[in-house]
């Protein structure tokens, strides 16, 4: 079977679909990844075949906070941003997906971020497809819309918010939606129709998340399943730098400190941070800084780095700070370390808030109200506090059991018969 994945985003809605795909390759299939240009790289070096669209979150957030630098996140009062946002993102997405779908495909899967738009191109060319989320957007009265950034507002007022979501997001992809569907001549069909018709033809979504971090509601409709989280594919041939080697076993385990792809880690954030590490006695490893290149940079006991593999990194780590992303979250819990979630954006809040309500983090710090001795008490009681590790610990084992990849190939499987 010939399988398209295609996602659009950050890395971090990029990187997963790799070991997905890798698990697909090795059940006989051939994959191919439509993803942003930029991760090009990263999709071939797992050994999967790669075609280029839009929807490069990275570069459209740039761009943004330079003309806005106050840009707001989602949730109020930042929804007319968002919508911007998203109208903005999703563009000529519709195009890329229909192009790269063009090429020989027999199955299409689609991240939430190109469902909506996905949804029309396999109709257009007849095949079989797949949701694969890495976030839950289907309303429920379980939870609040993860992407919103608003507290339970109880089990009706949650599922009134979801619907509303929905909502929202169909006026972000309306436009997108009238065009690409013009462009391939399929009648017009508004968003929420076609998704009910999709709904009625068996379109089922599978989310490469942890039923142990956040189970399935029991309200979702049958066809929505927690599977389990699919991990980024490991790099061929990658080796740790020497710096880094040396740095760990020069003392105790360190504290990891990452924001992800789409937060600016400028002067005033570096100094934030080593200043809190300072304070709080420990050890630390920052991903990323200012003009830094690959090559590690000492700092004292402070050493900052590039891009590493989390399950490399995360199992050495003594607690971790990072910006709560999907991805991220469930590589710490497969880790068994504490986390500090420092949430920026998006659906980052609601991950954060899972964290600490696991018993896996000391609390949740925004990045908006972050400051030096706050983040130093929260790391020093993520470092100290036994209760935190020994629960982690248990998430691991949980999460060591599952496998998320291997229910997206069985489910692949049955769509080919």
């Known amino acids: 079977m010939r399988v398209l994945i295609v996602t659009a985003g950050s890395l971090g809605d990029v990187a997963p679909?790799?070991?997905?795909?890798?698990?697909?390759?090795?059940?006989?299939?051939?994959?191919?990844?439509?993803?942003?240009?930029?991760?090009?790289?990263?999709?071939?070096?797992?050994?999967?075949?790669?075609?280029p669209i839009g929807g490069d979150l990275a570069a459209l957030r740039a761009g943004t906070a330079e003309r806005r630098p106050g840009w707001s996140v989602p949730g109020a009062p930042g929804l007319l941003d968002f919508v911007r946002l998203g109208r903005r993102f999703v563009g000529e997405l519709g195009t890329g997906i229909a192009t790269a779908a063009g090429t020989g495909t027999d199955v299409l899967l689609l991240s939430s971020t190109t469902a909506p738009l996905g949804y029309s191109v396999?109709?257009?060319?007849?095949?079989?497809?797949?949701?694969?989320?890495?976030?839950?957007?289907?309303?429920?009265?379980?939870?609040?819309?993860?992407?919103?950034g608003v507290r339970t507002l109880g089990g009706?007022?949650?599922?009134?918010?979801?619907?509303?979501g929905r909502r929202l997001a169909d006026r972000v992809y309306a436009d997108a939606s009238r065009r690409l569907r013009a462009r391939l001549g399929l009648p017009p069909v508004g968003l929420g129709r076609l998704e009910r018709?999709?709904?009625?033809?068996?379109?089922?979504?599978?989310?490469?998340?942890?039923?142990?971090?956040?189970?399935?509601?029991p309200d979702w409709p049958a066809g929505l399943e927690v599977v389990g989280y699919w991990w980024p594919a490991g790099g061929a041939g990658w080796r740790p730098p020497g710096e880094l080697v040396d740095f760990l076993a020069a003392g105790p385990p360190p504290v990891y400190v990452g924001f992800g792809s789409l937060t600016d880690t400028g002067?005033?954030?570096?100094?934030?941070?080593?200043?809190?590490?300072?304070?709080?006695?420990?050890?630390?490893?920052?991903?990323?800084?200012?003009?830094?290149?690959?090559?590690?940079?000492?700092?004292?006991?402070?050493?900052?780095?590039g891009d590493v593999p989390h399950d490399w990194l995360f199992p050495r780590m003594a607690a971790l700070?990072?910006?709560?992303?999907?991805?991220?979250?469930?590589?710490?819990?497969?880790?068994?370390?504490?986390?500090?979630?420092?949430?920026?954006?998006?659906?980052?809040?609601?991950?954060?808030?899972?964290?600490?309500?696991?018993?896996?983090?000391?609390?949740?710090?925004?990045?908006?109200r972050l400051d030096e001795a706050g983040l130093a008490d929260a790391i020093r009681a993520a470092v100290t506090e036994p209760g935190l590790r020994s629960r982690a610990r248990r998430f691991a084992d949980r999460l060591a059991a599952e496998d998320g990849a291997g229910a997206v190939v069985a489910a692949v499987d049955r769509l080919a018969r």
């Open 267 to 305: 002067d005033g954030l570096h100094a934030l941070v080593v200043g809190a590490l300072r304070r709080a006695g420990v050890r630390g490893i920052l991903q990323g800084r200012p003009g830094a290149g690959a090559d590690p940079y000492r700092e004292g006991d402070v050493l900052t780095v």
């Open 17 to 51: 679909y790799t070991g997905l795909g890798a698990r697909l390759r090795a059940a006989g299939h051939r994959v191919t990844v439509a993803a942003p240009a930029p991760y090009a790289g990263l999709v071939t070096g797992a050994g999967l075949e790669f075609r």
């Open 197 to 217: 018709l999709a709904t009625a033809d068996g379109w089922a979504v599978l989310h490469g998340f942890s039923p142990a971090v956040l189970p399935r509601p």
């Open 321 to 368: 700070v990072h910006h709560a992303g999907c991805g991220t979250t469930g590589a710490g819990l497969r880790a068994g370390v504490p986390a500090v979630p420092v949430p920026v954006l998006a659906d980052q809040p609601f991950w954060a808030a899972r964290l600490a309500a696991l018993g896996a983090a000391p609390g949740v710090l925004p990045l908006r």
């Open 156 to 164: 009706w007022g949650n599922r009134l918010a979801g619907w509303l």
């Open 122 to 148: 396999a109709q257009y060319h007849g095949i079989p497809c797949l949701g694969v989320f890495l976030q839950p957007t289907a309303p429920t009265r379980a939870f609040p819309p993860v992407v919103l």
